[in-house]
Nanobody, 128 residues
Framework: QVQLVESGGGLVQSGGSLRLSCAAS????????MGWFRQAPGKEREFVAA????????YYADSVKGRFTISRDNAKNTAYLQMNSLKPEDTAVYSC?????????????????????WGQGTQVTVSS
């Protein structure tokens, strides 16, 4: 079993930055692919970014490419999402997911069904 706790959300002005953290606990957490998703009011949850177990491979949604960076520190069992140049349309609840070891390629990790564990989410609000 893996437990995930997100933190780092808040209110920021357009053009600002935030860094989200996803702390994982559980015996197998370091072996999981990690991903970030977001859900805006009235919309379905959408993929943001994913990172391989080693941290060497990443994958991003087109809407955040060049602005957001996903990373992880396996020694701390924590994944991060650095968000720069934030826009009002980035406002959402951001959740992290963890997927047990899989042969699926990193691009496949854009699908929610690939994840086995989820955190509760953290609110990010970007004002114009």
């Amino acid at each position: 079993q893996v437990q995930l706790v997100e933190s780092g959300g808040g209110l920021v002005q357009s053009g600002g930055s935030l860094r989200l953290s996803c702390a994982a606990s559980g015996r197998t957490s370091s072996g999981c692919v990690m991903g970030w998703f977001r859900q805006a009011p009235g919309k379905e949850r959408e993929f943001v970014a994913a990172i391989s177990r080693s941290g060497l491979t990443t994958y991003y949604a087109d809407s955040v490419k060049g602005r957001f960076t996903i990373s992880r520190d396996n020694a701390k069992n924590t994944a991060y999402l650095q968000m720069n140049s934030l826009k009002p349309e980035d406002t959402a609840v951001y959740s992290c997911g963890a997927a047990r070891p899989t042969l699926a390629g990193i691009a496949t990790m854009r699908y929610q069904s690939e994840y086995d564990y989820w955190g509760q989410g953290t609110q990010v609000t970007v004002s114009s």
